[in-house]
Antibody, heavy 122, light 107 residues
Framework: EVQLLESGGGLVQPGGSLRLSCAAS????????MSWVRQAPGKGLEWVSV????????YYADSVKGRFTISRDNSKNTLYVQMNSLRAEDTAVYYC???????????????WGQGTLVTVSS | DVQMTQSPSSLSASVGDRVTITCRAS??????LAWYQQKPGKVPKLLIY???NLQSGVPSRFSGSGSGTDFTLTISSLQPEDVATYYC?????????FGQGTKVEIK
């Protein structure tokens, strides 16, 4: 069974940093691109970042570019996002998602983790 | 960047009704379009990919159509368990933009 388990969320002050992790199991992690998607309280889905299966290609939404860094450790089947210079508007549930097809970036997200809540507030 | 616009933002329909949600892309995205369902308090779930392909396990009352800039999600006979917010998403290239969502309720 495919599982994605996020961790690392919590309360952080504006300007602070946080690193989220996503532990993957049930599939060959190093064959799949991965993504982070967030959802502010009561709002819609916002794509945040994508990383290719090898980690050689990364993509970011304009809203987080220069502040967030996506990475992965294929030896640990784990996806990360380092979030710096956090703002109140970064407050959201952050979901780890898996691309549907192995090796593809032009594809839908077929599996989602349960999400981890990040709250940016003083 | 390509913008994704859904309509309506919300709708209320009776059990058994046929429901249609529209998603429009600001540029041609071919058929690189997915639909997701998010039930209240739950994680989003992939319903349809490549505009019209039903994800495994999704009831056949859901269908998708369209290509280029105009897409639709249809629920042929609305059921109480279909109460949810539905999102479209483009994935032909970065960014992987979502529509703003359509909230479906039972009348």
């Amino acid at each position: 069974e495919v599982q994605l388990l996020e961790s690392g969320g919590g309360l952080v002050q504006p300007g602070g940093s946080l690193r989220l992790s996503c532990a993957a199991s049930g599939f060959t992690f190093n064959n799949y691109a991965m993504s982070w998607v967030r959802q502010a309280p009561g709002k819609g889905l916002e794509w945040v970042s994508v990383i290719s299966s090898t980690g050689s290609n990364t993509y970011y939404a304009d809203s987080v570019k220069g502040r967030f860094t996506i990475s992965r450790d294929n030896s640990k089947n784990t996806l990360y996002v380092q979030m710096n210079s956090l703002r109140a508007e970064d407050t959201a549930v952050y979901y780890c998602t898996k691309f549907r097809l192995s090796g593809w970036l032009d594809d839908a997200f077929d599996m989602w983790g349960q999400g981890t809540l990040v709250t940016v507030s003083s | 960047d390509v913008q994704m616009t859904q309509s309506p933002s919300s709708l209320s329909a009776s059990v058994g009704d046929r429901v249609t949600i529209t998603c429009r892309a600001s540029q041609d995205i071919s058929n690189y379009l997915a639909w997701y369902q998010q039930k209240p308090g739950k994680v989003p779930k992939l319903l349809i990919y490549t505009a019209s392909n039903l994800q495994s396990g999704v009831p056949s009352r859901f269908s998708g159509s369209g290509s280029g800039t105009d897409f639709t999600l249809t629920i042929s006979s609305l059921q109480p368990e279909d109460v949810a917010t539905y999102y479209c998403q483009k994935y032909n290239s970065a960014p992987w933009t979502f529509g703003q969502g359509t909230k479906v309720e039972i009348k």
